[in-house]
């Protein structure tokens, strides 16, 4: 079959690699032309709204999925009248505006931090004396990895914090203490069979997730699956999602979701019998699904901004090195390498080894 691709970068360069074994074929619609998927397939090279590039992308592709959440929803809307896409266009529509989402959260009984709409200084102003501080403003819209959004710590603050929206609809959250982050990654088929995967614990660096470790017996497993459950089931959902979570003293509050697959799942290549990339190709397939279960001690680290010589990755006992081909840049993801053993004292000296290499190489 013919699954076309929006966007091109490393996750769908992770699609497309998990698809090859499976002889499957792939059209990637990306406005770049070195981006990093485009040597796996045929490449439409224009802007996600160019109609006549998803004419063809409509006509030449069995089925559409994604890689990132940012897809214009008319986009994913005209494409479901010609073609089959998955996720659906609902998944990109309730993602794509954190108010949307959050609201979505509570209709479905899935926890949040406290949360207030933004639309004025006097609207952050009114919501910060319910909400308290720490707090963090967040553009609704777009925004990633940190960016478009900032830290409150009192109302000295507030104008400048608005100021820098640039009057963009804002939704203002209550920071929670928390002891982990952590997220789960599930894949749904269009007859409803799901897969979970082991919950990832993840840490991050200036707001970019740094480590994912899969936590194989983890107390709030079952918690985790209740919820994303929900999203699933409410969204009527096809592929692979990730929910990102918040553990507060052992309960679980949501964070956000992505209708995609994730970088906190990357060690599921090497760590699970089936990675999130191959189910989520099950999936929108109609194909049975992979076992998720975790091969061993396994985690990944991402090198942001800039790599160690990648000698220095491989000589590490039990790395595995995935390269995105893509230019050093401060605060992007070059690369991640993830950590596979069955022993736990050899993972544990490979994985810090990881961690101290790739903040050493930080926008290097």
């Known amino acids: 079959m013919n699954i076309g691709i929006l966007g091109g970068g490393q996750l769908a360069r992770m699609i497309a690699l998990a698809g090859y074994p499976l002889a499957q074929h792939f059209t990637i619609l990306d406005p770049g032309a070195d981006a990093g ?28 999925t994604y890689e990132f959440e940012n897809v214009p929803a008319d986009v994913a809307k005209f494409l479901s009248d010609h073609t089959c896409i998955y996720p659906p266009a609902k998944a990109l529509e309730v993602s794509q505006d954190r108010l949307t989402e959050k609201n979505f959260f509570h209709q479905l009984d899935i926890p949040t931090a406290p949360f207030a709409p933004i639309n004025s200084l006097e609207d952050l102003e009114k919501a910060m004396l319910e909400i308290g501080y720490p707090a963090i403003i967040k553009s609704r819209r777009l925004g990633y990895d940190g960016k478009g959004q900032v830290v409150l710590k009192s109302a000295e603050q507030l104008a400048y914090a608005w100021a820098s929206m640039q009057d963009a609809p804002s939704i203002v959250e209550g920071f929670i ?8 990654i599930a894949a749904r088929r269009p007859g409803g069979e799901v897969a979970f995967y082991p919950l990832s614990e993840n840490s991050h660096s200036g707001g970019i997730l740094r480590v994912a470790e899969c936590r194989e017996v983890d107390p709030l497993q079952e918690a985790a699956e209740s919820h994303v459950t929900r999203l699933l089931e409410a969204l009527n959902y096809v592929g692979v999602i990730t929910l990102e979570l918040f553990d507060v ?66 000589k590490i006992p039990h790395a595995h090195l995935h390269l995105y081909d893509k230019t050093a840049r401060k605060g992007r993801k070059v690369a991640h390498a993830t950590i596979r053993s069955d022993d736990a004292e050899q993972y544990k000296e490979s994985l810090q080894q990881l961690i101290i290499l790739a903040e050493a190489s930080d926008d290097s």
């Open 37 to 64: 998927a485009v040597g796996l397939g045929k490449h439409l090279h224009g802007a996600y709204d160019d109609m006549k590039l998803l004419g063809e992308l409509a006509e030449t592709a069995d089925i559409v």
């Open 177 to 184: 203490p928390f002891q982990r982050e952590v997220s789960i």
């Open 249 to 314: 003293n052992g309960q679980l509050l949501a964070n956000e979701f992505a209708p995609r697959v994730h970088n906190s799942g990357h060690w599921t290549i090497e760590g699970a019998e089936t990675s999130q990339f191959e189910n989520h190709l099950r999936a929108i397939l109609d194909l049975p699904l992979g076992s998720t279960q975790a091969r061993g001690h396994t985690a990944m680290v991402n090198f942001i901004g800039g790599m160690p010589d990648t000698e220095q990755v491989l």
